[in-house]
């Protein structure tokens, strides 16, 4: 696609459900970042996947927090058990391969997730 | 851990004035940095990047300056536009083959007419 598409756009859920988030990273970009972005703050690195690489999950707040990324395609980040803390929004990445230093990394619009 | 920081939380300029944002960083093996825009409700769109082999990079109305002696890296907007009223921030790459950056916490920058 012409840029980084995710989904939902917004959701809203109930306190201690399971929620899946979507990206589909721009069409041959081989590595794809999430972040997280808690309102009026900065971003936060999650988790980084690189081809068939192990993920980079270094940035997983806790064992509630999952992605998975099917070969250099979809992303889907889930948070099981959600809390009220989790309310933020995720946004998803991609790039060229990574081991060039310096390719861009281009973001979607975000998932907005709000626990209530 | 290390990581980038900004000066200012909230810089508000008039229409068509010059702006500068400023960012420090800590981590000397950084060796690529990032400036990205951010509006109400979007993702961060991509403004301008510099090496770290360089001092100075421009573009379209804006110019990127890296000081690596004193870890600073500035941001700035000419002839400023209300369109340019975003949060800005900036971003580094540790060296390393791995394209992870850390940001900062964000500038925003209100234009007044």
């Known amino acids: 696609g012409a840029g980084v598409s995710q989904s939902p756009s917004n959701k809203v859920t109930e306190k201690g459900k399971d929620v899946e988030l979507r990206c589909d990273p721009i069409s041959g970009h081989t590595a794809l970042y999430w972040y997280r972005q808690r309102l009026g703050q900065g971003l936060e690195f999650l988790i980084y996947?690189?081809?068939?690489?192990?993920?980079?999950k270094s940035g997983l707040p806790s064992d509630r927090f999952s992605a998975e990324r099917t070969g250099e395609s979809v992303s889907t980040l889930t948070i099981q058990r959600t809390q009220q803390e989790d309310s933020a929004v995720y946004l998803c990445?991609?790039?060229?391969?990574?081991?060039?230093?310096?390719?861009?990394?281009?973001f979607g619009e975000g998932s907005w997730l709000t626990v209530v | 851990g290390e990581s980038v920081g900004l000066h200012l939380p909230t810089l508000s300029v008039q229409e068509g004035d010059n702006s500068i944002i400023n960012c420090a960083y800590s981590n000397s093996a950084s060796d690529y940095f990032i400036w990205y825009k951010q509006e109400s409700g979007k993702g961060p769109q991509f403004i301008i990047d510099?090496?770290?082999?360089?001092d100075k990079r421009q573009g379209q109305r804006v110019t990127v300056l890296l000081n690596k002696t004193v870890k600073h890296l500035s941001l700035q907007i000419a002839a400023t536009q209300p369109g340019d009223s975003a949060v800005y921030f900036c971003a580094e790459n540790m060296a390393g083959g791995y394209n992870k950056l850390i940001f900062g916490a964000g500038t925003r920058l209100a234009v007044h007419p």
């Open positions: 510099i090496r770290s082999n360089m």
């Open positions: 996947f690189q081809g068939n690489s192990a993920p980079d």
């Open positions: 990445a991609s790039s060229l391969a990574s081991w060039a230093s310096g390719n861009t990394i281009y």
